[in-house]
């Protein structure tokens, strides 16, 4: 079964820190670049980042310095490191995986992206 599975998620106060999983099964993410999402409760799904085949990440600005997208090729995984977390990040985080030729030029992490993750939750509170 070809899948994305997300983990990680959870409670932190503010200023704390999280990793997020992306794992792939039924198929090689080596081979694709990887998004992270997020949508708050009543807002709209956002790109967070997104790293492509060849190891080169992109982030939005409002989590740049912040938070870094890492791949492990052997895992068949891939990694959201959050740190300074606020509580504007709280959300449900998703990956997506799409083919690196896909990209859209000139945009933030748009692919046609083929696989989607269920996502994991994120909570940031005190």
């Known amino acids: 079964q070809l899948q994305l599975v997300e983990s990680g998620g959870g409670l932190v106060q503010p200023g704390g820190s999280l990793r997020l999983s992306c794992a792939a099964s039924?198929?090689?993410?080596?081979?694709?670049?990887i998004g992270w999402f997020r949508q708050a409760p009543g807002k709209e799904r956002e790109v967070v980042g997104c790293?492509?085949?060849?190891?080169?990440?992109n982030y939005v600005d409002s989590v740049k310095g912040r938070f870094t997208i890492s791949k492990d090729n052997a895992k068949n995984t891939v990694y959201l490191q959050m740190n300074s977390l606020k509580p504007d990040d709280a959300a449900i985080y998703y990956c997506?995986?799409?083919?690196?030729?896909?990209?859209?030029?000139?945009?933030?992490?748009?692919?046609?992206?083929?696989?989607w993750g269920r996502g994991t939750q994120v909570t940031v509170s005190s």
């Open positions: 997506a995986a799409g083919p690196d030729a896909t990209y859209y030029s000139g945009t933030l992490c748009i692919y046609e992206y083929d696989y």
């Open positions: 039924g198929f090689n993410l080596y081979y694709y670049a």
């Open positions: 790293i492509n085949v060849g190891g080169s990440s």
